[in-house]
């Protein structure tokens, strides 16, 4: 069964960092890439960044260039997004997702199996 489980997330004072996880189950991400998406209150989902393990290729939206950093364990099956410099314009659920043919284009790839999302609030 594919499974994605996020956590990490939390309340941050703006200019602070959180390290977000997402556990994978049921395939290895070593072939598959691994998205990050967010959505704000009120808005629509947004991709961060993405994962391509055997493609060696990354991707950061630009409104997270320079702040965020994904990486990869294929040890554990886990992809993380390094946050620094959270801004009160960060704040939303998080959710990770990975590459299937059909789903949420984003980076060049196609997003279809989702996990439940963990909450990240950047307030004062």
């Known amino acids: 069964q594919v499974q994605l489980v996020e956590s990490g997330g939390g309340l941050v004072q703006p200019g602070g960092s959180l390290r977000l996880s997402c556990a994978v189950s049921g395939f290895t991400l070593e072939y598959y890439a691994i998205g990050w998406f967010c959505r704000a209150p009120g808005k629509g989902r947004e991709g961060v960044s993405l994962i391509s393990k055997h493609l060696n290729f990354k991707y950061y939206s630009d409104s997270v260039k320079g702040r965020f950093t994904i990486s990869s364990d294929t040890a554990k099956n886990t992809v993380y997004l390094q946050m620094d410099n959270l801004a009160p314009e960060d704040t939303a659920t998080y959710f990770c997702?990975?590459?299937?043919?059909?789903?949420?284009?984003?980076?060049?790839?196609?997003?279809?199996?989702w996990g439940q999302g963990t909450p990240v609030t950047v307030s004062s």
């Open positions: 997702a990975a590459e299937e043919g059909y789903g949420v284009a984003f980076g060049g790839f196609k997003f279809g199996l």
